[in-house]
């Protein structure tokens, strides 16, 4: 539970001002940001930066880290897994955030074309996959479906695209690839895996989201919360820019997994990449007065 008394039923700040989930307040977030789920990752990224001059681990589990890289101030939060807790972090985050905000997620996939684990995707766009409660209810007209597929949103191109050459320039273009991620709201159901304790429908999703749609290569949880607030986020010098990297850990059509080895490799090359991208990419300057006190 919050240590704080909290005030604003509509949007719960506490008496520190921090936020009510992330636990942050003006000054703790840099506007350039990586996401990542896991907060072991978070702590390893950590390490590339130069310096850390902030970390804090909420009560529900977002983990803060701030540091400076190359001279520049940059944020890492951990947020855990799906929609909610990407919706958490970018509204709490964007409310005690100055000025554009770019955000990039590092995180862990399962492939459906030709990535193999180890290998690293760039979501262009993203789409959402979404379990339609109606139809698994008596009362399902015979219209529905049982999984509501969202239209596409796209990536930041000017940031996508710095990540791409950054990418490339450490690894061979054979391992990188580019294209459509979908984000389900299930790690089970909505991304295809069979689990004969539930009524789920979903023996022919994967071969449904495929086919006629090659560019669909990957499967995850989060990114395409990201693209989608990103892309609403319209207050004037509120934008945010987003993009995603991430590291392909299952093949869901060959069923391969990831080693140890190779998940270390692949965080060590997106890790660096996403830095070098965060500090090259150019953000409105006038309006970045992230944690003054430390500059
Ligand atoms: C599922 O194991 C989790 O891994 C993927 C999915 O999106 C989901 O959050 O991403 P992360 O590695 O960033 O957590």
Redesign the pocket.
Known sequence: MPSQELHNANFPVDTLGRTYHVEVKPGDVANRIIT???PARAKQLSKSLDEVVFEHMSHRGFLTITGIYRGVPISIIAIG??FANMDFFIREVRAIVDGPMSVIRL???GSLSKPKPGDIIVADSTYGIVRNFDYFTDSSSPSDKPYIISKDCSANPGLNNLLKDNLLKKVSADSVFFGSVGSADS?YSSQGRLDPTFHDDNQTLIQDLIKDHPDRIAL???AHMLYHLANCSKAPGKAIKASCVLMVYMDRTGNGVITPQQAKQSLEICTKSILDTLVEDLLDQQKVRTILMFE
């Open positions: 990542v789920g896991d897994m799906g995180g862990s996939c790690f995850e949880m989060e």
